[in-house]
């Protein structure tokens, strides 16, 4: 990788998406070893100086300059107002590879079925902002407090409803909340401080590492699917190949058929394995990537 005359200081997320990420980088090639209560841990990259961060304040002290790049969600950068260069989504979180949300929960057994039925009560977040706002959208005036975790708990006792984050929902319905509203999705993304990102050497240090990155998470969708098809089934098999680009056939040795290389999504393929058996193929194998560079 290029390096910088300067190190890149770059903020990795510390708390819910830590694992993660730093799963991530490793696979990346970029190794970071962390601990529990390293805030400076290390990582194999010389140009790369990386400080752990809570999701919360990152966009802020990216925006401040203290880091030229890190790690957050779309939802925290909404929240803070920070003024960054978001230059990518990085589709991952902490326990898979889709968007999660912000959403508007309350008891199931209460008397709250919507946004409206918010109207003069009181509810706990840590995206005060946010729910301010998505109230005042909705002409709904409620009494919005901070919440310094556990917030699902906190109804119905403390308070009469909730915005949180929420994955799966697994963690709301076992507190008897139910969802009553999607504030906002979000998705993980690679930020840049504006002067940062105006800096040549800078920019073009943050562009490595999101391909490095990018390579990964599309590696983890993708898989490789490796067949032999006779020449008179060649064109019948081809027809019903998904690829990234074409699939690469090459004549088998001594015989009269073709091998055929397709990369495909994963999700897909158990799907495909019985349309490519009928259209002919055989001897077929799944390969998982690595990494993919489009």
């Known amino acids: 990788m290029n390096e910088t005359k300067e190190k890149l200081k770059l903020g990795i997320p510390k708390g819910s998406l830590q694992d993660a990420t730093v799963e991530l980088f490793n696979a990346a090639g970029l190794r970071i070893k962390a601990?529990?209560?390293?805030?400076?841990?290390?990582?194999?990259?010389?140009?790369?100086?990386?400080?752990?961060?809570?999701?919360?304040?990152?966009?802020?002290?990216?925006?401040?300059?203290v880091m030229d790049a890190g790690i957050t969600g779309k939802d925290w950068i909404a929240e803070s107002g920070a003024r960054v260069e978001e230059v990518s989504?990085?589709?991952?979180?902490?326990?898979?590879?889709?968007?999660?949300?912000?959403?508007?929960?309350?008891?199931?057994?209460?008397?709250?079925?919507?946004?409206?039925?918010?109207e003069g009560k009181r509810v706990a977040t840590e995206y005060v902002n946010l729910a301010k706002e998505y109230l005042a959208r909705n002409g709904v005036r409620a009494a919005v407090e901070f919440s310094w975790g556990a917030t699902e708990a906190k109804c119905p006792r403390l308070v009469d409803a909730i915005v949180e984050l929420t994955e799966t929902g697994s963690s709301l319905k076992a507190n008897n909340l139910c969802i009553l509203d999607t504030v906002m999705e979000s998705t993980t993304r690679l930020i840049a401080n504006k002067a940062a990102w105006a800096d040549e050497a800078k920019r073009a240090k943050i562009a490595e590492i999101n391909t490095l990155l990018q390579s990964v998470l599309l590696g983890k969708k993708k898989s490789m699917l490796v067949m032999n098809v006779s020449a008179e089934r060649l064109d019948e098999l081809v027809k019903i190949l998904p690829c990234l680009r074409k699939p690469t056939i090459?004549?088998?040795?001594?015989?009269?058929?073709?091998?055929?290389?397709?990369?495909?999504?994963?999700?897909?393929?158990?799907?495909?394995?019985?349309?490519?058996k009928k259209a002919g193929a055989t001897d077929l194998v799944e390969f998982e990537f690595n990494r993919v560079v489009p």
Not at 44 to 60: H, N
């Open 35 to 65: 601990t529990e209560r390293s805030y400076f841990p290390a990582i194999s990259d010389p140009g790369i100086e990386v400080m752990m961060v809570r999701a919360q304040e990152m966009a802020r002290f990216v925006e401040d300059g």
């Open 89 to 118: 989504e990085l589709l991952y979180s902490k326990q898979g590879f889709g968007k999660v949300r912000v959403v508007l929960a309350a008891p199931c057994d209460s008397g709250i079925k919507s946004v409206k039925d918010v």
């Open 250 to 276: 090459a004549k088998l040795y001594g015989e009269e058929g073709y091998a055929v290389n397709v990369a495909v999504d994963r999700e897909a393929v158990p799907g495909l394995i019985p349309l490519i």
